[in-house]
């Protein structure tokens, strides 16, 4: 198996973006048949079947072996490389910005999914809350009132959801800040406690302002 791949065509791009096709994948990170990966991922062995033969025309799956038995023999599959790369210029958006929403559609309604129903199971009312900042700037932030943002609490749940486009920091502090977010998920992300998680951290240059 080959370490790492670049992907040249349109076909074999949009595979990867595709979070059902990256869990596929993830099966065959192993020889896999296509029965054991229906059932693993519990859906219709027709449907897998196609796109099993659809990432081994694309390159991202390769035939590895076959196991004899009374019947039909068992073809077993595995990704052809254990990452991919997939260039923009090889995809059919127009924009880097379009190709990204495109590659994280998926999750970020993953997130606003449970996001929105750990807040429902608080059995309490929620709504936005505009209102200045200690900035200056106005802010909107998930409340319960026109008087009272959302807090953490020891009992409520270990949630939070915002973006902060107002942040201000001198080049320095924004690379300290980038470093200790990513060593506070480290000590976190190996944890591997009872319940799941979903944990998604942006910190990027504002170059465009948001509009007025």
């Known amino acids: 198996m080959l370490t790492s791949l670049d992907v040249h065509t349109s076909q074999a791009a949009q595979a990867p973006l595709d979070p059902r096709t ?10 896999c048949s ?23 025309q694309a390159g991202l799956l390769r035939h590895v072996d076959t196991l004899a038995r009374p019947g039909r023999p068992i073809r077993r599959y595995q990704v052809a490389a254990r990452a991919f790369f997939v260039p923009f210029a090889v995809t059919p958006y127009e924009t880097l910005e379009a190709y990204l929403a495109e590659a994280e559609r998926e999750v970020t309604a993953f997130v606003q999914r449970n996001v929105a129903r ?15 900042g200690a900035d200056g700037h106005l802010h909107s932030k998930l409340a319960v009132s026109a008087d009272e943002d959302w807090a953490m609490t020891p009992d409520g749940p270990a949630l939070l959801s915002f973006v902060y486009p107002a942040l201000r920091l001198d080049f320095a502090d924004a690379k ?4 200790e977010l ?30 007025p």
């Not at 296509?34 to 081994?56: G, K, M």
């Not at 750990?118 to 200045?132: F, Q």
């Open 22 to 31: 990256a869990r596929l994948l993830e099966v065959f990170q192993a020889p």
């Open 34 to 56: 296509a029965s054991d990966a229906a059932a693993r991922l519990d859906l219709p062995l027709d449907r897998v079947l196609y796109r099993v033969q659809r990432l081994e």
């Open 118 to 132: 750990t807040l429902e199971g608080t059995g309490r009312g929620w709504g936005l809350r505009v209102a200045p």
């Open 176 to 179: 300290a800040l980038q470093a």
């Open 182 to 211: 990513m060593a506070v998920f480290h000590r976190y992300a190996g944890k591997g406690g009872a319940a799941p998680y979903a944990c998604g951290i942006t910190l990027c240059p504002v170059a465009q302002p948001p509009a």
